[in-house]
Nanobody, 118 residues
């Protein structure tokens, strides 16, 4: 059974930092593209950043230069370092594991709240 468990969310002032972690159980981690998505109230869920099994990264334009995604394949964990946080970063952040080639799969974590006060 695959489980993704996020941690590290919380309340922070604008300009502050947070580090999110997503621990993955099961045998899928090393072959998966791991991603962080977020959903603010009244908005659609959007990609924040992802990292492939080979280490290629991509970021949403809104977080480039402020957020960094990384993965530890030995610990089956993906991280999102968030610096210079802004009130508009406030959202529920979700961890995602996916593989688009056969056998295709996609898993989600339960989400962790990030609130940035002005």
């Amino acid at each position: 059974q695959v489980r993704l468990v996020e941690s590290g969310g919380g309340l922070v002032q604008a300009g502050g930092t947070l580090r999110l972690s997503c621990a993955t159980s099961g045998s899928i981690f090393s072959g998966s593209t791991m991603g962080w998505y977020r959903q603010a109230p009244g908005k659609q869920r959007e990609l924040v950043a992802d990292i492939t099994s080979g280490g290629s990264r991509r970021y949403a334009d809104s977080v480039k230069g402020r957020f960094t995604i990384s993965r530890d394949n030995a610990e089956n964990t993906v991280y999102l370092q968030m610096n210079s946080l802004k009130p508009e970063d406030t959202a529920v952040y979700y961890c995602n594991a996916q593989q688009l080639r056969f056998p295709r799969y996609e898993y989600w974590g339960q989400g962790t709240q990030v609130t940035v006060s002005s």
